[in-house]
């Protein structure tokens, strides 16, 4: 594969999640607003083909020029920058007019981050769109933070656990591939009861502690694939904690380094920013949501997570 760190220049955090509606724009908008007003430069990247609506975060009208320029006109990424109301920081929006995601092939992406890594920023936020479509998944992966957003309901987290599992998987089956042995990944897989596998944790173990060349293999490429995860319109401490067992979920069956790098209060708030089109860290600057995205944040900076009171 094509090495991606290749002359690149700020940092890439993806921002995702197993379906719609999660929280997705409001925070990749919200941390955006935060470093540049810590005197960032960032680059707010809207890859939600067909549903691109980041620019309504930012309260601007969706701009004339898109990805679309980028894959059928070679347009230049920085050319594609639309300037917001603070300072420091820019959007790129993915309303591609002609092109479905199936339509999206593994180079074009492969172009697009590397364009991306290049661009004269501190932090490039890409706001990803829902579901576990592989051009999706493919774009989370390719990330230096991978971070991963839902609300407290039970199925919310089933389908993030799915994401992340189907997202760890095709890590797995495209580092072997790229060595000669998605064949053997597949075999397992498929007869996993026969050799009595429960997991993928389990299937990436059996298949290190049977061969060392394999072990090698992942020992490299899994060492740096980490998860952070992000609790949206939370109401009650038992929401709170549904993001600490969802951590606990994810390390003991999938064996993901996992942080809870924090939750968002409910706040109606939100919708009324948006309503009135101003960044919602602008206009709501002192409340308790505010603060709970900046904590976030410096989490993700620091390398932290949120500390859990037991009751």
């Keep these: 594969m094509e090495d991606l760190n290749n002359k690149r220049k700020g940092e890439v955090w993806a921002i995702g999640g197993a379906k719609g509606g999660t929280g997705k724009s409001f925070l990749t908008s919200s941390m955006g607003t935060y470093l540049a007003l810590k005197e960032k430069r960032v680059v707010l990247i809207d890859v939600d083909i067909g549903g691109a609506n980041l620019h309504s975060f930012l309260g601007i009208k969706r701009p004339k020029k898109s990805l679309t320029n980028f894959f059928e006109k070679k347009t230049p990424l920085n050319k594609l920058l639309v300037r917001t109301s603070i300072g420091n920081m820019s959007l790129i929006t993915g309303d591609i007019h002609s092109l479905s995601s199936d339509n999206i092939k593994f180079t074009q992406k492969l172009k697009l981050f590397r364009h991306i890594m290049k661009l004269n920023t501190d932090y490039a936020l890409i706001d990803l769109g829902g579901g ?50 998605k064949e053997m990944l597949e075999h397992v897989w ?23 060349y394999i072990e090698e293999i992942l020992d490299e490429e899994l060492s740096d694939f980490s998860l952070y995860i992000v609790l949206n319109k939370v109401r009650t401490t038992q929401d709170i904690a549904m993001g600490a067992s969802l951590k606990s979920v994810i390390m003991k069956y999938l064996g993901i380094k996992t942080k809870y790098v924090g939750y968002i209060e409910y706040d109606d708030s939100i919708w009324r920013s948006l309503r009135n089109g101003r960044p919602y860290m602008q206009n709501y600057a002192s409340t308790p949501c505010a603060k709970e995205i900046e904590t976030i944040a410096e989490n993700l900076l620091e390398e932290k997570e949120i500390k859990i009171l037991k009751g």
Aim: glycine share 2%; proline share 1%.
């Design 132 to 181: 576990s479509h592989k051009n999706t998944i493919d774009a989370f992966l390719m990330a230096d933070k991978t971070i991963a957003i839902l609300e407290p309901e039970i199925t919310a987290v089933e389908n993030l656990y799915h994401f992340v599992k189907n997202a760890l998987f095709r890590k797995v089956r495209m580092a072997l591939r790229a060595h000669g042995f």
């Design 190 to 212: 498929n007869r996993r009861e026969k050799y009595r596998i429960k997991n993928l944790k389990e299937l990436i173990d059996w298949l290190k502690g049977s061969f060392s």
